[in-house]
């Protein structure tokens, strides 16, 4: 029997930005980050650290050329980390905004992996859950046909695409990913929330990002509690979240209402 209760691990607030405030990224980023603190003081949250840490990666997806993948919910992400000690991630990913049928999914792999039930959440309100196995190589397996993307991925049969069927990246377009950590925060006392700016560009030395996104994330009270057993979230963080994203989104120079994910720039809109 397919189980389908699973706890919500985490909760992600996605805003992508507006890219115009960007084109200086160091100078854009810095107001950005002054706005940012000034929301969470605002909104009654308090600033446990202030980062500035950035990390740089390549990223893109696979997909067949008629985006069948897509087309069933499935996004397979691959990320080449800047540092070759780091290797490689390879992610299979189902996004619902039907819990039940997110959690249904089989994304489980014979290489294991890190596998994540998460709550996604977009402007206005809107949560989508995600279901996601990654694994970690320091050697890119042969992905070229669905063949071999459901060896490693065997529960993906069920979507019956022909075995030979190519895999090739999707719009055969691959992002320079920078990703800066901004701060932590809290509202109360008890969870913290991480919170991250992320640019893609096409090249390195490119003045001006494609996309830009901001998000923060907490996580659940997990402490001794199995995969299937009802999560737990503190109420003031919870409320805190919801009334300084709500404020982001009042920042109307700040935000991009036109794209709604990362994933669905690189698939769908090239």
């Known amino acids: 029997m397919i189980r389908t209760n ?48 950035e990390e740089k990666r390549q990223t893109f997806y696979l997909d067949t050329p008629q985006l069948a993948l897509r087309q069933h919910g499935f996004s397979l992400r691959l990320r080449e980390e800047a540092e070759p000690s780091n290797g490689f991630q390879i992610n299979l990913k189902y ?6 049928i997110s959690a249904g999914q089989d994304i489980s792999s014979p290489e294991g992996g890190k596998i994540k039930f998460e709550e996604d ?24 046909t669905m063949k071999q993307v459901t060896a490693l991925f065997p529960g993906l049969k069920k979507l019956n695409i022909e075995k030979d069927t190519p895999v090739k990246i999707a719009n055969d377009f691959k992002a320079l ?30 003045d001006w990002p494609l996309v830009a996104e901001f998000s ?6 997990d402490t ?31 935000v991009d209402f036109n794209t709604s994910t990362k994933t669905a720039f690189a698939v769908e809109v090239l």
């Not at 990913?177 to 701060?183: F, T």
């Not at 991480?194 to 030395?205: P, R």
């Not at 503190?234 to 700040?254: H, I, Y």
Request: charged share 30%; aromatic share 14%.
């Open 6 to 53: 699973l706890a919500v691990t985490s909760r992600e607030y996605k805003l992508m930005l507006n890219t115009d405030r960007f084109k200086n990224r160091e100078n854009g980023s810095k107001v950005f980050v002054e706005l940012i603190h000034f929301l969470i003081k605002k909104e009654k949250g308090t600033i446990l650290e202030k980062q500035n840490k």
């Open 95 to 100: 996004r619902s905004s039907d819990r039940y």
């Open 121 to 144: 959440i977009l402007p206005p309100f809107v949560s989508r859950f995600s279901h996601s196995n990654s694994i970690r190589v320091d050697k890119l397996p042969e992905l070229k």
């Open 177 to 206: 990913e920078l990703v800066r950590k901004i701060c932590k925060f809290q509202f109360g006392d008890i969870d913290i929330v991480k919170a991250s700016l992320s640019f893609w560009y096409l090249v390195e030395d490119s």
């Open 216 to 221: 923060f994330d907490y996580d659940a009270d």
């Open 224 to 254: 001794g509690k199995e995969r299937h057993e009802l999560e737990q979230y503190p109420f003031e963080a919870v409320e805190g979240s919801n009334r300084f994203f709500r404020a982001l989104q009042n920042q109307v120079g700040w």
